[in-house]
């Protein structure tokens, strides 16, 4: 079966600090892909990232980065020098290619609330 | 590109009345669609996986005489909650992905939010 799990339920940080956010997977697929997903209080889920199982490569994106870490079966977000409107629940996904097909298994979500 | 839109944004009806919600994408074929369900402070629950032209697929538990899916069309896919009772109040999201899914990303709408009294 396929899981994700986001253990930091909340996280609350001060303007211009630096915030990580973890994804731990489980999957018995050798090929699926991970997804970084913001949901801002409006509801509208915003695609942040998608990452194949084959591409272990860091990567950044302005203040955003990743680290997939194939080995310990992580997909860590990072945010650097946090704004008040990084403020959002962040979601983890997962997609498998073999079992659940087109599936993506979302992770509990961690809520992020950055203070000015 | 990968638009992604949703009608009505939020809806409020009696209970037993039925509630059409329409997902549409914008600037792309969408040959499947995804219907979630987002209880407050939760995660998003799969509903069903809709492909164009065929039946809906609904994930266990989910009642298919409930919520009607329809996916006529390459732009649109539409939910159907049918005799709605104040349990089914909810925030449903759709989503989509391209032809033949060669983006492996989904697409979310914005969400509809719906209250049943």
């Known amino acids: 079966a396929q899981k994700v799990t986001q253990a930091q339920t909340e996280i609350s940080v001060v303007e211009k600090e630096d915030v990580t956010l973890d994804c731990v997977y489980e999957t018995r697929d050798t090929t699926y892909y991970l997804f970084w997903y913001k949901q801002p209080p409006s509801g509208e889920l915003v695609f942040l990232i998608r990452r194949n199982s084959f591409d272990e490569q860091n990567e950044i994106s302005g203040r955003y980065s990743w680290n997939f870490q194939k080995s310990t079966s992580s997909f860590n977000f990072t945010i650097t020098a946090s704004q008040v409107v990084d403020s959002a629940v962040y979601f983890c996904?997962?997609?498998?290619?073999?079992?659940?097909?087109?599936?993506?298994?979302f992770g509990q979500g961690t809520r992020l609330t950055i203070n000015p | 590109g990968a638009v992604v839109s949703q009608h009505p944004s939020w809806v409020i009806c009696k209970s037993g009345t039925s509630v059409k919600i329409e997902c549409r994408s914008l600037?792309?074929?969408?040959?499947?669609m995804f219907w979630y369900r987002q209880f407050p402070k939760q995660s998003l629950m799969l509903m069903a996986t809709?492909?164009?032209?065929?039946?809906?697929?609904?994930e266990q538990g989910v009642e298919k005489d409930k919520f009607l899916i329809n996916h006529a069309s390459l732009t649109l896919s539409t939910l159907t909650v049918t005799s709605a009772h104040p349990e089914d109040s909810s925030f449903y999201i759709c989503?989509?992905?391209?032809?033949?899914?060669?983006?492996?990303?989904?697409?979310f709408g914005p969400g509809t939010r719906l209250t049943v009294l």
């Open positions: 989503s989509a992905s391209d032809r033949w899914g060669k983006t492996d990303t989904q697409y």
């Open positions: 600037d792309f074929q969408a040959t499947t």
């Open positions: 996904a997962l997609r498998g290619i073999i079992q659940g097909a087109q599936k993506l298994v």
């Open positions: 809709s492909n164009e032209g065929s039946k809906a697929t609904y």
